[in-house]
């Protein structure tokens, strides 16, 4: 009878587990695409996401765009980045105020905390988002 109690035991925590890791969601390793429609339920799904505003014009949003895919991949399971392009999603832009590209928007909590505008090195986005979600 003991052998049976610790396979129940064993079997119950594997499905407990399994419940576990898909109730939360994974924190991928590269950017996610955000739209007007995504914009509100990814932000408030992770704990800190960080949000390269851009448009395909623009040279210096295509400067840090290698940063920020290198930025989620070193910061995986902490910060969750994402993209939104913000000619093909206007009321999201607008409700953020978005005056010039490349703008990073900081949320932590699905709260918006702060933002990075212009195209910076790579030391000073990560120290402002360090300090925007500590």
């Keep these: 009878m003991e052998d ?14 399994e419940k576990t890791q898909k109730e939360q969601p994974s924190l991928p390793d590269k950017p996610i695409v955000l739209t007007d429609y995504t914009f509100d339920s990814e932000i408030s799904k ?11 014009w623009c040279y210096p949003c295509r400067i840090i765009s290698p940063i920020v895919d290198e930025l989620a991949r070193e910061y ?9 392009n913000v000619d093909e999603n206007p009321a999201t832009s607008q ?10 928007l900081i949320f932590k909590n699905g709260n918006y905390v702060s933002r990075i505008i212009g195209a910076k090195p790579k030391q000073a986005m990560e120290a402002e988002i360090k300090m925007a979600i500590a």
């Design 4 to 17: 049976i109690e610790a396979i129940k035991a064993r079997m119950l925590k594997k499905l407990l587990e």
């Design 46 to 56: 992770y704990p800190a996401v960080v949000v390269d505003c851009w448009a395909e």
């Design 76 to 84: 995986k399971g902490r910060i969750v980045f994402a993209r939104l």
């Design 95 to 104: 409700k953020y105020e978005i005056m010039a590209i490349p703008t990073l």
